[in-house]
């Protein structure tokens, strides 16, 4: 489903980046975007990835009040269910498995500061400078490591992790957080941007039914068959079948 170049195997360094989309706990019923990844695609991926970095924080506890606080606050805003935390964990261990060699963002106490406001509060915008920032730093180094991978192939690196971060055409409004051209441009060319979305998780979403591609998302979409929309050569969305085969999709 991806074009890996023309002649359907990639040539040289590439970087992947997978996306996910508002897994909350208002939707812990159904199978996430990260679940389906690793059990669906990661299969397929194997085959090509030396690299996984998934967008995941390392938190020691050592940091303090400034860390407690920027992590409750992160959880509180994303909700993101605690079965989330699993799902990596799993993911990370399959890649592994699988002979990729599974990377994490980690966070010093400098970070924390980075990201804390005046009045203590977390400043999310810092806070996603810093997420685009690590994430563009760790898809450059483990692209031009010298150490040969574990499979003995050049470097294939796949990122993991929100839909925002990877983004070739962001909305005016994320632009500053999206790490998409520049790495299009680092790869000279070779990168490509794929989202993942639950039907679930979208419909009835104002900020989603904004995007450009949701009419072809409603026009397309099926209960039980995968959806492929192509925004350009190197940015495509793959939209998973409802969870339960046959069932009535319907805008909640």
Sequence with gaps: MCDFGRDGRPSGAHGFF?????????????????????????????????????????????????????????????????????????????????GIAPHILTMSCRDYRRVTGKNGETDFAKMLTLTRDRLQSEVSRWLVARRPSASGRARQVVVYGGALHNDLYPAPGDAPYAFGRALLAKTKGQYLEVDLFVPEYILGDERMAAEPWFAAFRAGIKAGDALLIRRSQRSYIIVFPAAISGAKVEEH
């Excluded at 990661?42 to 090509?48: E, G, N, R, S, T």
């Design 18 to 98: 997978f996306g996910l989309c508002c897994h909350t706990t208002a939707t812990t019923k159904i199978p996430s975007s990260l679940l389906r990844f690793s059990t669906e695609l990661l299969p397929l991926v194997a085959k090509l990835a030396t690299d996984l970095v998934v967008e995941t924080w390392v938190t020691d506890g050592g940091c303090g009040k400034q860390e407690t606080k920027v992590v409750e606050e992160v959880q509180t805003t994303t909700e993101r269910p605690p079965e989330t935390e699993n799902e990596i964990v799993t993911l990370l261990k399959r890649a592994q498995a699988a």
